[in-house]
Structure formats: structure tokens, C-alpha cells
Nanobody
């Protein structure tokens, strides 16, 4: 059974940094896509960043240059280093994984596996 568990969320002031982690279990091979999504209150879930099994990364324009996604292929752990945080980065952050390619690395419908989320709050 595939399980994704996020950690590392918290409250920071604007300009601060956080590092999110996602521990994946239940699948012994490397996922084709892994990604971070976020959802703010009253808004739709949006893609933040994704990484393909070959190491290729893809970022939402709103976080490019500030966030870095990385992955440990040995244990399928996923990370998101978030720097220069802004109040608009506030939301629940979700880890997602897919064994196969689908509709694109930043498309939510590509991902059948999701974690429960970790809250990030950035104050001004």
C-alpha cells in the first residue's frame, strides 16, 4: 500500500525559509513523477513543483527561483526547500506521486497517490 507522509510545515515570517519532506513507502521502485501541490483556503489546489525520475524538474512560475524540489531515489523521499517565502505561499502543501507518466508533471490528475498535507503559514 502506497503511503506518503509530509512533514516540515510551520509558521514563518515573510522572507523566511522552510524545508518540507515527504516520506514515501509501499513501492520499491522509483516513481515516474513526484510533486508538491498546495491549496490555500477558498482556492483550488495548484501545482508548486515536480520532479521526474530522470531528475528533470518543473516549477510553477510563482515559485521559480525561490523553491527547490529534490528527491532521494534510494527511498523515494521528496523534499521542497522554500526560500524567500511570501504571505501568498500560505496553504496546505501536499506531496503526490505517480508510477507512470500521465497528463504532465504539474497536472493534479496525473497523480493517484497523495499525502495528508502539511500546513505552511507565512505572515507579513
Amino acid at each position: 500500500q502506497v503511503q506518503l507522509v509530509e512533514s516540515g510545515g510551520g509558521s514563518v515570517q515573510a522572507g523566511g525559509s522552510l524545508r518540507l519532506s515527504c516520506a514515501a513507502s509501499g513501492y520499491s521502485r522509483s516513481y515516474y513523477f513526484m510533486a508538491w501541490f498546495r491549496q490555500a483556503p477558498g482556492k483550488e489546489r495548484e501545482a508548486v513543483a515536480a520532479i521526474v525520475s530522470d531528475g528533470t524538474t518543473n516549477y510553477a512560475s510563482s515559485v521559480k527561483g525561490r523553491f527547490t524540489i529534490s528527491k532521494d531515489n534510494a527511498d523515494n523521499s521528496l523534499y521542497l526547500q522554500m526560500n524567500s517565502l511570501k504571505p501568498e505561499d500560505t496553504g496546505m502543501y501536499y506531496c503526490a506521486a505517480a508510477r507512470y507518466s500521465g497528463y504532465g508533471s504539474l497536472q493534479a490528475k496525473t497523480y493517484p497517490y497523495w499525502g495528508q498535507g502539511t500546513q505552511v503559514t507565512v505572515s507579513s
